[in-house]
């Protein structure tokens, strides 16, 4: 597992991968449909890092470990293991992730909270594991933070058969959103772990939700700040850094398209050329930088 460590202040954030790979971008049905592989190609700062030669963008699902004086918590929860899904690259994993936690100090026991920036897929797949055919809590001891209104969203869509505002009955299937919300949301509900708080909410000293809806109607970003430092961590605000250079290509998975992309100008223009650091929740290695400003609008500084 490649990780990768990042100092914010007193806070200690450390990327834990489940998963990396590329993808055949570009096309209806993929995660950025307008980011065709030649017009990738003209973003020069994207390759090698975040880009194959042919142009197919690198993603990394993978979990952020946050540690501060005063608590312990996992922002979103990849994929998991043993999970029926859709797509193929997170069907019935078998990844060796809580190893991974467990051999930085992270037992399942340890964790104090989770933060979901929503709840899709590969975002609260580790909420739960499988003991004796039965879903349970992968973190006991934790509190989970979810955003009333994401939840209340996505709570809508079991009893939706035309799906939701933005979204088709058939992307929702293949986001295999409502076994997601029975197998990694609801049992944490049932074991009265949930702690539902609004988009913009203080969830411990120095950690805070920023709303950036568009890819969810709830989606939250999350905002670490220590001694004088900060940084945020993006969630699905942006997919891949392509998004930084062209804030306008929204993913095929985003509620409502329109919004993400207001949402991403807002953001650019708030942190361009501030000492904020940018993690992204899907980007390869290097992970984290600065925004800055270029000819042609917007780039990472790693």
Not at 29 to 38: E, I, M
Not at 143 to 160: D, I, M, N, T, V
Not at 199 to 227: C, F, N, R, W, Y
Request: glycine share 6%; proline share 6%; net charge negative.
């Amino acid at each position: 597992m490649i990780k990768e460590r990042w100092q914010i202040g007193a806070f200690t954030v450390t990327k834990v991968v489940e998963l990396e790979r590329s993808s055949e971008n570009g096309r209806p049905g993929s995660t950025l449909p307008d980011a065709r592989p030649d017009l990738v190609k003209e973003i020069d700062w994207l390759h090698p890092h975040f880009v194959t030669d042919e142009g197919w963008l690198k993603t990394s699902i993978h979990a952020l470990l946050v540690e501060t004086p005063d608590i312990r918590l996992i922002v979103d929860t990849c994929a998991g293991n043993d999970k029926d899904r859709h797509l193929p690259q997170f069907n019935r994993l078998s990844t060796t992730f809580l190893d991974s936690l467990a051999n930085l100090g992270w037992t399942r026991e340890s964790v104090d909270a989770v933060l979901c920036t929503h709840l899709h897929v590969d975002h609260v797949g580790w909420n739960t594991m499988l003991v004796d055919g039965e879903w349970v809590p992968t973190f006991p001891r934790a509190r989970y933070f979810f955003a009333e209104e994401e939840y209340r969203y996505w709570l809508a869509s079991l009893e939706c058969e035309a799906g939701l505002d933005g979204l088709t009955a058939e992307t929702l299937d293949l986001m295999d959103n409502r076994a997601v919300f029975l197998d990694s949301v609801k049992p944490i509900v049932d074991a009265g772990l949930v702690a539902m708080v609004e988009t913009d909410a203080v969830v411990a000293p120095g950690v805070s939700l920023m709303p950036t809806p568009g890819h969810t109607p709830g989606h939250v970003s999350i905002v670490l700040e220590s001694e004088g430092e900060r940084a945020i961590i993006t969630g699905d605000m942006m997919h891949h850094p392509c998004q930084i250079a062209r804030p306008q290509w929204s993913s095929g998975f985003d509620s409502h398209p329109h919004i993400s992309e207001e949402t991403r100008q807002t953001f650019l223009s708030q942190f361009v050329d501030s000492p904020t650091l940018v993690i992204g929740t899907h980007f390869t290695s290097p992970t984290a930088g600065w925004i800055v400003r270029d000819d042609t609008g917007y780039r990472l500084k790693f």
